[in-house]
């Protein structure tokens, strides 16, 4: 064949050569540019994007992630009863005081995590000098004290509380569940603690904050704690789903039940601890056997990016109600479902791995269409 036949065919496979090189280098610089903008950017028009962070986090390769994803953190121990007020009257601000500092001069905001719990509080705080356990009196006195002083010296830069944390039962034939707060004081120390909190800052929004907030008998069991304090206008402006959620729950339709239900009370949502666990859900612990695989095959990882592309999707169509995404921990290097609630087994919850590279679930959850 001559040169002059050749030349249209050689011009043709060069202009493929061409298109091809083009359409790959846009899609590594959408890539590339939405990786830079991260979370927080594809998530602007909707919601904050958050996340869970310690002392240790707030330097290094992680901090540069939580600057280019996040534009929300929450303490993921530092402002709890037992780390603020370990003794009466004695407080430990320095973990909790460095968190704010970071996202203040970064230009993050910050939800508060928490304010009265049955996990991570001080023994000293429901026992009297002689050892027994002291009055209603004291105990609301206490509890007052404390919230009085945590959101007194964070007001205005902590935007949200959860107040109250995980105060009704796993049995859903009891209401609320049987702890300390509980036995001594019934169930008025949960509207106290938000009015205490509103007291101190009547800006900051309150959150009940509570895991399988979308099972539907513990859905209804939290709905009628909510409608009770709305009634009695309590201070409480929303409901926080925890959300340590797993490949097998929630399903789309009690996800939407349960948005459904609680904003029917005119209540917010926040999505406050997410990850979504390879495993079904456990409470009690125990050690891994060794018969137990803890492998992250490409059958659970297709299993993860389906459910978390579902789960972004309903939380952008109820942007209306939902003001802000947190995730509980940064990325599969450190996440708490690696020890709990089987020691020894890893876990692999988050949108980034442990070298903090962003996972096929990543790209599902910030590649999506407007809506
Ligand atoms: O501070 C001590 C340290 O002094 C000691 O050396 C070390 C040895 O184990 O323990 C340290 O305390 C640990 C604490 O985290 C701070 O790192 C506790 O053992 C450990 O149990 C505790 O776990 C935290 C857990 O809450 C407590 O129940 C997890 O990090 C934290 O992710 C988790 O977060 C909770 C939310 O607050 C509420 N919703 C559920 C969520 C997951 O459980």
Redesign the pocket.
């Known amino acids: 064949m001559s040169r002059a036949t050749n030349f249209p065919k050689l011009s043709r496979s060069l202009s493929i050569c061409f298109l091809l090189l083009i359409t790959i280098n846009a899609q590594a610089q959408r890539a590339k540019s939405s990786h830079q903008q991260g979370l927080k950017d594809a998530y602007k028009k909707y919601f904050p994007i958050g996340v ?1 962070v ?1 002392l240790r986090n707030l330097h290094g390769d992680e901090a540069q992630l939580i600057k280019t994803q996040f534009n929300s953190i929450t303490a ?2 530092a402002m ?1 009863m037992a ?1 603020i007020q370990p003794k009466e009257g004695v407080f430990y601000w320095k973990d909790a005081d460095s968190i704010i500092s970071f996202a203040v001069k970064n230009g993050i905001k910050v939800r508060g ?2 304010l009265c ?1 049955h ?2 509080t001080p023994d000293w705080i429901f026992k009297g000098a002689d050892g027994k356990a002291v009055t209603k009196t004291v105990l609301l006195q206490r509890l007052k004290t404390h919230i009085t002083r945590v959101v007194n010296r964070y007001k205005g830069k902590i935007y949200a509380w959860d107040v109250v ?2 105060a009704i039962d796993d049995n859903p034939n009891h209401f609320l569940r049987d702890s300390k707060w509980y036995q001594i004081c019934g169930e008025d120390f949960i509207a106290k603690a938000f009015e205490y909190a509103h007291a101190a800052d009547p800006v900051a929004k309150l959150y009940y ?1 509570d ?1 399988n907030t979308e099972r539907p008998e513990k859905r209804e069991q939290i709905y009628r704690l909510l409608k009770s304090l709305k009634d009695k206008g309590v201070p409480v402006d929303g409901v926080g789903f ?1 959300a ?1 959620w797993s490949l097998q729950e929630p399903d789309e339709s009690a996800l939407r039940s349960a948005i459904e239900r609680y904003s029917s009370l005119g209540l917010k949502i926040q999505i406050t ?1 997410l990850d979504l666990s390879i495993y079904p859900w456990e409470i009690s612990k125990r050690m891994k056997r060794p018969d137990e695989s803890d492998v992250f095959t490409a059958e659970l990882e297709n299993r993860q990016v389906a459910k978390y592309a579902m789960v972004f999707k309903v939380f952008r169509e109820y942007k209306n109600v939902i003001t802000n995404v947190t995730f ?2 940064i990325s599969d290097r450190y996440s ?1 479902l690696n020890e ?1 609630p089987v020691m020894g087994r890893k876990n692999y919850p988050l949108l980034f791995d442990r070298n903090l590279q962003p996972k096929k679930a990543y790209w599902e959850v910030i590649n999506f269409k407007n809506q």
């Open positions: 869970a310690a993921e121990n709890k780390a995590h928490n719990w996990e991570q944390n995980e904050n895991y925890q340590h601890e509980w921990n708490w709990f």
